[in-house]
């Protein structure tokens, strides 16, 4: 499979030549799914939400999906990784069942993608090693929520979620970094999350696939665990010019970034494990070089 991320909603949702361009664009690519960023807006003071723009987004999907594109309604905000704002994250979980259960089938999500990253919450650089295992063990326990309230409302809908490549990091013996014990067992968090998700979105950008630290090796435990795992792992590569320059195929041409990733599918196509390629994101792929002039 091919996904990718996409952050234009207000614009595909207006503008039918630039529902075509992403079309045209995702064909030749053979994108499969794309993390299209959805806006839920609060529905009254009880907490709940319902879908932004419904009717439009409707309207979207029937152009996708009749494609063959499966959407996966993208959200997510660090600070719900916190068992004080679970909620906001399961109240959007009943928001998408809402919507799909109004829609008909040409019109619904085909799953729901959460980008959380507890790391990136302000009180994570400061947090002692206890104190980091304790904000992921509340992630874990969000997911399996989740997971439980999205598969009892929306039965068939994908769960995904995006996390970072290194926590699944172990030390010289073996042992996790990031242990979590959830429901007795205790191990990594990213073996815990693949018992749980249909996929994991691997954020595991590096601007080389070879190598050490390339994305082939930093990816290598988190396939392994998923091809005996109930989940699949997406390995999300990156071409937008954010964050360090190490982590991005920025300034490369496209011919460039597919030689490379070629490796990757040759070193993990025959993985159960491993559900393909994810691009981060649609704005910065489009206007990637396509070859060097």
Sequence with gaps: MRAMWVYEPETLLASPAARAELLQFCQPRRITDLFLQTHFESKSKDGSYQIADAAKVQGFLRETTKQGLRIHALAGDPSWALTANHGKALARVEALAAFNEMADASARFAGLHFDIEPHAMPEWKTASEEEKR???????????????????????????????????????????VYPVTFRGTTKDPTKHLLEMVDNLGLMSYRDKVEGRNGIISIVERSIASADTAKGRAFVGVKMANIGPKMESFFGRTEQEMNAELRKVDEAYGSHRGYAGIAFFMYSAYKVMPQRSQ
Excluded at 135 to 148: D, G, K, R, S, Y
Excluded at 149 to 163: F, V
């Design 134 to 176: 304790g904000l992921l063990t509340q992630f874990v326990e969000l997911n399996a929520q989740i997971v439980e309230r999205l598969h009892e409302r929306a039965p068939g809908t994908l769960y995904g979620a995006d996390i970072a490549f290194w926590l699944d990091k172990v030390k010289e013996d073996g042992t996790p």
